[in-house]
Each structure stands twice: as C-alpha cells, then as structure tokens.
C-alpha cells in the first residue's frame, strides 16, 4: 500500500518526465540525483511506501525513517522527474510503485516517458556504450538519430526501470530506456551514469548543466580501486612470504 502527499500539481504546456530507481552501480539514482540538482528542480509531491517493515537504533535512540519516492518538477524544462530511495523486489510493491508513476504521468498529461539505468555488459572501449529500448517500434528511429545502440537479441530489464516501460505502454504512454554498460554492480558507477545522461539530455532536448560532480566521484571511484588493488597485492605478497599482514580494509 503506498500513500501520496502531493503538495500541488505544475502547469506544464508539453511535458515529458524522467523516471528511475536505483539499480546496479546505482547508475540510474546518480543520473536523478544529478538531473535534480543541476536543473534546481522542485519538489511537488510525495509517494509514501509503508516499508521498511523495522527501525533503527543507535546507542538505545531509536530512528524511523520511512522509504519515500519524490515527484519534482523543472518548468524551464516541462519536465517531471521521478526518484527515490530504494527498487523494490516484492513483485507486488514494484507494480504499485509503477502504477502510481504513470498515472501521475497521464494526470499531467505527460507525452513521453524515459527511464535509465544500467547494462551489465563487458565493456570494450575505453567508454562505455549505451542502448536503448522502447515500448513501440515507432521510436526505434529515434534511437537510431542520437546514436544509441540496439539491444540484440532477446533478454530482461528488471526492477523499476525496466517494468516501467510495460505499464507506459499497457495505458498508451510511449516510453525509452537508455542503458549504460557496467563491469561490476557493487561498485558505484558514476561515468556510466555522465554518458546515459548526457545520451538523455540529448534526446529529450533538456537544458545541459554542469556534471562535474560525476567526474569528480569517478575519480574517488578509480582511487579507491587502485587503493583496494595494492593492498590486494600486499596481501598475496605477505601470504607468498608465509607472513602474517597488518593491513586492514575498512568501509
């Protein structure tokens, strides 16, 4: 069961909306979070999940903190944006969550819907490629003109932003996915998440901002890697040396 507080509906002339959980290397919560903060979008309603089912405490102080998803708004853009806290697996919640989405979408008159998250792919390039799909073949062209690639074959995009496309196009709303190759999906992947929202900018026609929070988390990203690679290496030496090693890894 979800609950929505909204605290007033924008008056858009053609709006489109931007639409995604987080998923693997949270590719697609950094590109909603970047998209929120560097077009100053405001908030306009609420989405309220009666989860998760526990609290937390720290030494005896108790901490209730409830999952919420957020609608915003940019009108400089006629955009709506949707984000929040988790992706749910409760196949139940997930198309709830969905539902709610695209009926804030039809109430707003929205005319097309994009979502974007992550590919788990091999990556062969020194960038990472970027897909696209859609609900209707009529938008096939259109991924065609802004250089995303076609997903081949046959296969799955779970979670939110995958089952969002379905239900867009159950209720007749045209909805595109664009998706960023990843390697590894427990490590955060912040320039995968620049290329899939420079792709979305360029589709969308949205203003362009400045991104460099992005470059400057990749570069955290890439130390901590080279960080976690030597101390690696300094354990299977010492291990080689029947030594015992002092180095600790901390989170």
């Not at 590719?27 to 989405?47: M, Q, R, Y």
């Not at 969905?98 to 979408?105: D, F, L």
């Not at 955290?220 to 080279?226: A, D, G, I, P």
């Not at 030496?237 to 180095?247: A, C, E, L, V, Y």
Request: glycine share 8%; charged share 25%.
């Amino acid at each position: 069961m979800l609950g929505t507080k909204v605290r007033y509906y924008p008056r858009l002339e053609n709006p489109t909306m931007v639409a995604a959980l987080p998923d693997m290397g949270n590719v697609a919560g950094l590109c909603i979070s970047t998209l929120v903060k560097g077009l100053n979008a405001e908030l306009f309603a609420e989405v309220y999940a009666y989860w998760p089912p526990y609290i937390t405490y720290k030494d005896s102080i108790i901490e209730y903190k409830q999952s919420t998803y957020r609608f915003y708004t940019s009108s400089m853009d006629d955009l709506v944006i949707f984000g929040g806290d988790f992706n749910p697996t409760d196949p139940r919640r997930l198309y709830e969550v969905c539902y709610e989405v695209v009926n804030m979408a039809q109430r707003l008159s929205v005319k097309r819907l994009y979502t974007v998250g992550a590919a788990l792919r091999p990556s062969v390039g020194a960038e990472p490629r970027v897909y696209g799909a859609v609900n209707s073949t009529s938008l096939l062209d259109t991924l065609k003109e802004h250089n995303l690639l076609i997903l081949e074959g046959e296969g799955q995009i779970t979670g939110f932003n995958g089952l969002i496309l379905g239900i867009a196009m159950e209720r007749g709303l045209d909805a595109i996915c664009i998706l960023g190759e990843i390697d590894n999906p427990e490590m955060i992947q912040p320039r995968t998440a620049k290329r899939v929202l420079e792709r979305l900018l360029d589709i969308s026609k949205i203003r362009t901002f400045d991104m460099s929070e992005l470059d400057e988390e990749e570069r955290r990203k890439r130390f901590m890697e080279e960080q976690l690679r030597y101390m690696g290496s300094m354990l299977e030496r010492d291990k080689g040396k029947g030594r015992r090693s002092d180095i600790g890894i901390y989170y």
